[in-house]
């Protein structure tokens, strides 16, 4: 079952990045609507996109799928504004941080399906990770469609609610881990004395090949490692001092860290 027409409500930097995806992967803009807040973030999105858009009353009127999209603090006044707009049976799916399919099932009429998506900013590239789980009214036929939705920027995996703030933690977050971790090698390149633009282009290289042979080779992260880590070289060093840091041990208690503050947004 293919949606007549979605609407992103709340669209800022992750609402964006799926509408720009959907637009790429073949939706017609008619067949999608936006709202936002601001009327210059309004008319910005109908100048980049060409969609219409609307207020977010009109939206949950005319769309048959409607994706929330606002911060997890907005969600409950957003959620007030739609709900006696909301026809039954409209599917609605929530992007948002720690909010749980129960808050916002309480807030819409009795037998509303949503599904809960944990996706992110690489949805820019239609390399996202999204990962979907049911609310108690959504049916295999919701769970497609948001596959479809979400498969067409990126892969997309179902799993159990219980398992999103962790989720959350891992994918969610995921990229920012790894952007910070290029801005660190590249001080360390400037510290050894190379030019910003030469070290952050050595860096991003790495990490895609280091990213295509994690996702292509089939090969575990510690066989990849140990191929690059010669006796008596180089790597080995730096593996020592990571280790002497407690790295692998920050990247633990990091991300317990998000876990914990997705569970705080959803309390
Ligand atoms: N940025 C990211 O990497 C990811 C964000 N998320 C989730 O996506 C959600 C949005 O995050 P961002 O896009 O980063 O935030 P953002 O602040 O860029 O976007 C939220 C947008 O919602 C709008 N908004 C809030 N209340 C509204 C209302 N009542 N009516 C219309 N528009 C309203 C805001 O004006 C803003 O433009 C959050 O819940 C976050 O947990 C999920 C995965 C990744
Ligand atoms: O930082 C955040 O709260 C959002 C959710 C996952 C990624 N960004």
Redesign the pocket.
Known sequence: MTPQKVAV???????EALLSGMLRGGWSPSRLLV????PE?AAELRERYGVEPVP?AEAAKSADTLIL????Q?MA??LD?LTPHVPAGRLVIS???GITTGFIEQRLPEGTPVIRV????PALVDEAMSVISPGVHATETHLALADEIFGGVGKTLRLPESQQDAATALS?SG?AYFFFLVEAMTDAGIQLGLPRDKAHELIVQAAVGAATMLRDSGEHPVTLRENVTSPGGTTINAIRELENHRVRAAFIDAIEAARDRSRELGA
């Open positions: 409500l709340g669209t800022g930097k992750i609402g709202t936002a807040r601001r973030r977010n999209t606002p911060k997890p907005d006044a957003l504004e992007g948002a941080a944990m996706a992110n900013t969610g990229p």
